[in-house]
């Protein structure tokens, strides 16, 4: 019989333009042995963000950037194979930063360790509607953009995981909402699925003259997470007294020194007495378990959907960073790792 490895990406070189397969090395090394209080977990699914981009320019942004050699971070679900935790058993889910490999060592920690997912609760979903992308969209929208009821919403990148999120979040509360993104069957999704008023196809259509068709008082919330010539369009169709949304510049490809250009436009914030904020959704920690239940009451009743684009093999998780950026993905990007159930 086979010795068990553990197949791994590692940061090799920090990219200067595009992510590259070339960035990465990939690595076989042996299977870590948990010590006292630690759980060997083998990674099912891993978690693709485009905010993993960020982690590989050398300067730090909300947390220190990926060293070079170390196995690329990423938030991962898995189930524990062995264990010495009186936390975690043998058989049970966890998610938590597992990084780009096939096992990883979960540690006696809290919020930020590795944690159970709770019974009913289909694993992979940690990383979509009950992980990052469903927390950046409830808090995203409902304290930073302040979405009321008969407003008028504006959603860029509305078919990735956390736009489609958002505007759906935007529609429970009460709001009329519309939706960009790149493509008719993205538009359709949107529109369809998701459940918004209207859907903006920025590669076929003039965003700003369907914005003003759309919304010709102006929208009250925009929602952005591609900055560019959409941020412009959106402030040049501000409503008085609008909240800008800054969750993402997906657009600049989050290269070093380059997050986005300042929108030329930027003063409409001002005539328009708007204001422009960017969060984190760890800034709202104490108050997850209010997000939890909000989504998980919506998506038991129908009312809150979510998509999801699966490559298979873990081999593929640097292509997958990269489709984000090329616009390949619908919905959530998870890689699901070679032999996972």
């Not at 159970?116 to 930073?144: C, E, H, Q, R, W």
């Not at 860029?156 to 429970?172: D, E, F, I």
Request: glycine share 12%; charged share 20%.
């Amino acid at each position: 019989m086979s010795t068990p490895i553990n197949r791994q990406w590692v940061l090799k070189a920090r990219p200067l333009d595009e992510v590259s397969d070339a960035c990465f090395e990939w690595r076989h090394a042996p299977v870590p042995t948990p010590g006292p209080g630690e759980a060997l977990v083998r990674v099912v699914w891993l978690s693709i963000e485009p905010t993993q981009r960020t982690w590989l320019n050398p300067r730090a942004t909300y947390i220190p950037p990926v060293a070079l050699g170390e196995v690329m971070r990423g938030v991962g679900v898995g189930q524990v194979i062995a264990s010495r935790s009186e936390r975690l058993c043998v058989g049970d889910w966890v998610t938590g930063m597992t990084g780009w490999q096939d096992y990883a060592l979960a540690k006696d920690a809290g919020l930020f360790g590795f944690n159970p997912v709770p019974d009913g609760i289909d694993p992979k979903a940690m990383l979509n509607l009950y992980g990052a992308s469903g927390l950046t969209a409830y808090f995203g929208m409902t304290d930073v953009g302040r979405a009321a009821p008969g407003e008028t919403v504006l959603v860029s990148g509305a078919a990735g995981s956390v736009g489609s999120l958002a505007g759906q979040v935007a529609r429970l509360r009460g709001c009329r909402v519309i939706g960009i993104a790149g493509g008719a069957h993205k538009a359709d999704w949107v529109t369809r699925t998701a459940g918004f008023d209207a859907c903006i196809d920025y590669k076929s259509e003039d965003v700003r003259a369907r914005l003003q068709t759309l919304a010709p008082r102006g929208v009250d919330v925009f929602f952005d997470n591609v900055g560019g010539p959409v941020l412009e369009a959106a402030l040049d169709h501000l409503a008085r007294g609008a909240r800008v949304v800054l969750c993402g510049a997906v657009s600049s490809g989050y290269k070093d020194h380059d997050y986005g250009a300042t929108p030329r436009n930027y003063m409409q914030l001002g005539f328009k007495r708007a204001r422009m904020e960017g969060f984190i959704f760890l800034d709202y920690v104490s108050r997850f378990p209010e997000a939890f239940r909000e989504l998980s009451a919506w998506a038991a009743g129908g009312r809150l959907v979510h998509a999801e684009s699966i490559a298979e093999g873990l081999e593929h998780a640097p292509s997958a960073l990269r489709g984000l950026f090329e616009g390949r993905n619908l919905g959530k990007q998870l890689v699901r790792v070679t032999g996972a159930p």
